[in-house]
């Protein structure tokens, strides 16, 4: 197990409906990156934030934001939602930028009605 | 533009078999491979990566990969299988900027 938790694990909304997500990364780690892992798909990169800042970013349009906090804990918020969204999404920190080894959390399964 | 491509969905395998789980990449530079397992419910786990150095890689669990640059391949492999094997795996690449891409994953069902 890493020691990435994610909040909630499952979360029902309705088209148009804003949501948002949680992570806490692993002690010690001040990147955190954001993952889309659409059912029978691999996981697509949303964006990384690093020491508070975006620090890169995927093909995700703007009403996809995140936030990262001091304690380099994060959150996804996805506003008008589509039917689209449904996906498991999934936060993943590291040590750093340029650091390789990915420590990811468990999820969180997102089903747009 | 860097991509992988995993060409098997499902791979079978007997226990005790060795098993191979295919991935080829296409990316501009040096390539930066790694192998990640997701089991039920879980998140991602990294099992290992090739960054520079000799083309066999050894990772987690037993298992290894084979670095081929002029086949653009990256190999999972274990010379025997385990029930316990059986996961989803994904094969990813990394860019300059830290983003990885990750291939559509290939579930491996490894029989007792």
């Known amino acids: 197990e890493t020691g990435v938790t994610q909040s909630p694990t499952h979360l029902i909304k309705t088209r148009g409906q804003q949501v948002t997500l949680r992570c806490s990364s692993q002690?010690?780690?001040?990147?955190v990156s954001w993952y889309q892992q659409a059912l029978g798909q691999g996981p697509q990169f949303i964006f990384q934030y690093y020491r508070e800042e975006e620090n890169g970013r995927g093909n995700f349009p703007p009403r996809f934001s995140g936030l990262q906090f001091p304690n380099y804990s994060s959150e996804l918020n996805v506003n008008a939602l589509e039917l689209d969204d449904s996906a498991l999404y999934l936060c993943?920190?590291?040590?750093?930028?340029?650091?390789?080894?990915?420590?990811f959390g468990s999820g969180t399964q997102l089903s747009v009605l | 533009a860097q991509s992988v491509a995993q060409p098997e969905d499902q791979v079978n395998v007997a226990e005790g078999n060795p098993l191979t789980v295919k991935c080829t990449y296409s990316?501009?530079?040096?390539?930066?491979l790694f192998w990640y397992v997701q089991y039920p419910n879980r998140g991602l786990q990294f099992l290992l990566k090739?960054?520079?150095?000799?083309?066999l890689v050894k990772g987690s669990y037993g298992f290894e990969a084979e670095f081929n640059k002029s086949q653009t391949s990256f190999h999972l492999k274990k010379p025997s299988a385990l029930v316990s094997d059986s996961a989803l795996y994904f094969c990813a690449v990394r860019d300059g900027f830290n983003k990885f891409y990750f291939g559509s994953g290939t579930k491996l069902n490894v029989k007792p």
């Open positions: 993943a920190s590291s040590l750093g930028v340029d650091e390789e080894k990915l420590f």
């Open positions: 090739y960054i520079t150095g000799d083309n």
């Open positions: 002690s010690g780690h001040n990147t």
């Open positions: 990316v501009s530079g040096n390539p930066y």
